[in-house]
């Protein structure tokens, strides 16, 4: 049984939903990584959430980790070249190769 095709505005549709998921991971990830760090907030502050942090060390780590997979996940799906994947080349392809040049150095690294 074949595959149904997505439309352009189906695939577009879901890289909405896709970006906003990409952020909310970062930005969880960030807070609780950004927890640990002095330059974010102050030293009480970091003491407090350290303690915290590593009394239930093996939660945050997993979630910790598990938000910024996700993060990197979402955006790296978007220039998936796979034929059976709805990424950013189906909407447009020229833009897209396009975008992956000039950022070159940040796509591969």
Partial sequence: MEKEKLTIKEITDYFRSNIFESISAYSAWKMIFGSRSIGMISPDMVDRYVRVQKCHSEFFISVENAFLFQFVIKVLHSF????????????????TKGFVLENKKVVEA
């Fill in 80 to 95: 998936d070249r796979g034929t059976n994947s709805a990424s950013l080349y189906k909407v447009n392809k020229n833009l």
